[in-house]
């Protein structure tokens, strides 16, 4: 699954027209790059959730087809947060686990290392916290992740799911966090950081500085 409905406010005025997901990097849209990693890694079946000109998406990719990809849409009147997003949409992904990739990243993750059903609720994929952010999300004690000091790293937005872990929720908007942190408390989450190739795009100061990046690499 691609979460792609949200709003993107901190790039404003650049998504004033278009959903963030659109913006490009590299000379495509954030979302084809992950459109393609995850179709090259084995994934052809994919569900986005849509909602602020979530039709320009749709518009874009279509069925999926051209990506040798099979995509559905779940689409939502108004921005469900990230859980709402995955409850909503755990219909279309079925009964088995999923992996779940934020659509405003870029990376370089072998995502092929993740077709393996999680220990516990869910595996989560974090890089060391960026520059930007020193304030982290997790820790990791033995590849299972902790609430415990020191937050030293930040989830990636890439993590493989059961859909257990929404089994107590109901529909409607409601963030992912507290259900990840809860599961982390009673020791249900399993994790690994990656050291490689990761771009939160969430201002237009990173998605000037990763064109940069990607520019420089083509030269």
């Known amino acids: 699954m691609l979460l792609a409905a949200g709003r993107g406010q901190r790039m404003r005025p650049l998504t004033d027209g278009y959903p963030k997901p659109l913006l490009e990097v590299g000379g495509k849209a954030l ?20 909602a602020y000109r979530g039709k320009q998406i749709e518009d874009l990719l279509g069925d999926g087809a051209r990506y040798q990809a099979r995509i559905h849409y779940s689409r939502e009147h108004e921005a469900l947060e990230t859980g709402g997003g995955i409850y909503q949409a755990l219909p279309l992904l079925g009964a088995e686990p999923f992996l779940v990739v934020n659509a405003d990243i870029w990376t370089d993750f072998p995502f092929t290392e993740l077709r393996r059903a999680p220990e516990g609720l869910a595996h989560l994929v974090f890089v060391p916290n960026p520059s930007y952010s020193s304030k982290g999300d997790f820790s990791l004690l033995d590849a299972r992740v902790s609430n ?14 059961r859909p257990e872990l929404f089994s107590a929720c109901r529909a409607g908007a409601f963030p992912l966090a507290p259900l990840l942190r809860t599961a982390a408390k009673k020791g249900q989450l399993a994790g690994e950081c990656y050291a ?14 990763l064109n940069n990046y990607l520019r420089s690499k083509k030269a």
Not at 148 to 161: D, K
Not at 196 to 208: E, I, S
Request: without cysteine; negative net charge; charged residues 10%.
């Open 196 to 209: 490689g190739n990761w771009r939160d795009v969430g201002t237009p100061a990173r998605l000037y500085a």
């Open 31 to 50: 979302i084809i790059h992950l459109v393609e990693a995850l179709v090259a890694a084995g994934y052809e079946e994919l569900v986005i959730n849509l």
């Open 148 to 161: 415990q000091p020191p937050l030293a790293l930040t989830y990636s937005g890439i993590g493989v799911y």
